[in-house]
């Protein structure tokens, strides 16, 4: 039986007497304060705040509108219930937004992490990531990582002049990582930015170390992996991972979608008000690891998920980065890398630091692999090596009527 959590009487009273008053905790980022790399442009205005024209700034990005066909955890499903990675980047919003109202936070600086946070993201998933990451490791020593990409999306590729605490927050969000407090880290100037992304890219283990240095970069963080534990579980239904009727337990009405949302925001607001830094509670900490370490098990690494893409997209995807890359290194301007690659992005360029065609060949590659939807990267493939009938399996639509 589901049972949805309350705010206890007593903050309820707290939070609508700091209201009345004007009392509120006085934790959120201030805009007035925020930083660009050129300060002499994207000036707020008193209609137009700093994080809010981030927000603008994402929202209109070239890149924005290929999350719609990104995969979240299913690829290969022609099914309009299951998740995309353009609703998962709402769903973290609506619920940090919830959890920033509640605590007083600035909204539009979540707004802005929150929609950006997974911007360079590969097609198929976290295992396009880690296919990505082994061949551009094994040419040049270098990890892909896609939060540190997203950054690199925002504020090199396209230069955006982005603040500083927008993308310190998205570079910060780590989906895969949970913790029961979160306290704002100290990100001084680009210059430390800088050197913190360089360090990710030398050294995967980095990632792990980072912090977000602000609560509205904490939130995002936490609530990153409230938006995917119960969802995910929905689409595994969806998905008929497990038909109807004989899914595991765990993947039940006990752990429902909103059940999860609302009772990890509660406890995450009960313990984080007038704070200066985000907590769970023990109990509430110890089942968001327990579900997700469920979802791991039941989901993620299950033969039908993982084993599907080894098999299909792993090939793919590699093949097609050293044909790129041998594309490039020639110089054939009639390959896609340049006509939908590079073409494009020095089409829509803001006046980077050096011309994109002087990146090193294999960060070019990594780029163009990394802003592929799903269905670009398949037929990409199919246009690249005509005739190779390589055994991509579909779940259609009607496969279940027979």
Not at 85 to 90: E, F, I, K, P
Not at 344 to 359: D, Q, S
Request: proline letters at 4%; glycine letters at 6%.
């Amino acid at each position: 039986m589901s049972s949805y959590e309350q705010l206890s009487p007593e903050l309820t009273e707290r939070i609508a007497t700091d209201i009345r008053e004007g009392t509120r905790p006085a934790f959120a980022a201030k805009s007035s304060l925020a930083i660009r790399r050129d300060p002499t442009a994207d000036n707020e205005t008193v209609w137009r705040p700093a994080y809010a024209r981030d927000v603008d700034k994402i929202m209109h990005h070239p890149y924005y509108n290929r999350y719609t066909d990104k995969t979240q955890v299913f690829s290969f499903y022609k099914n309009d219930d299951i998740t995309r990675r353009a609703l998962h980047v709402q769903l973290v919003s609506r619920i940090a937004r919830s959890i920033g109202a509640a605590l007083n936070l600035n909204l539009d600086l979540i707004e802005a992490i929150s929609l950006g946070h997974d911007i360079g993201h590969t097609p198929f998933g976290h295992a396009g990531e880690r296919y990505l990451s082994e061949v551009y490791q094994a040419e040049t020593g270098r990890f892909f990582n896609h939060n540190v990409h997203s950054v690199r999306v925002l504020d090199q590729i396209f230069p955006m002049n982005l603040t500083l605490d927008t993308l310190d927050g998205i570079i910060a969000h780590n989906g895969e990582y949970e913790m029961n407090e979160y306290r704002p880290s100290v990100m001084s100037d680009f210059a430390a930015f800088d050197e913190m992304v360089e360090g990710c890219y030398v050294d995967e283990r980095n990632i792990l170390k980072i912090l977000p240095s602000t609560l509205e970069g904490c939130v995002v963080r936490v609530c990153d992996i409230i938006a995917y534990l119960g969802r995910d579980r929905l689409d595994a239904v969806h998905a008929k991972l497990y038909p109807a009727g004989e899914h595991p337990e765990d993947l039940g009405t006990r752990t429902v979608n909103a059940e999860i949302i609302n009772n990890l925001e509660v406890n995450i607001i009960e313990h984080s008000y007038g704070k200066p830094y985000i907590m769970l509670d023990r109990d509430h900490y110890a089942m968001m690891s327990e579900a997700k370490r469920d979802n791991y098990q039941l989901i993620y690494k299950t033969e039908k998920v993982s084993r599907a893409l080894d098999l299909q997209v792993k090939p793919i995807m590699q093949r097609m980065y050293y044909r790129l890359l041998a594309d490039l290194k020639d110089g054939i301007k009639s390959s896609p890398i340049y006509r939908h690659h590079i073409d494009f992005v020095m089409g829509n360029h803001y006046a980077g630091k050096i011309p994109y065609t002087e990146n090193e060949p294999n960060q070019i590659v990594v780029d163009y692999i990394a802003s592929m939807t799903d269905d670009y990267c398949v037929e990409l493939y199919d246009y690249l090596f005509p005739g190779d009938k390589f055994d991509l399996k579909y779940h259609g639509y009607f496969e279940d009527l027979g």
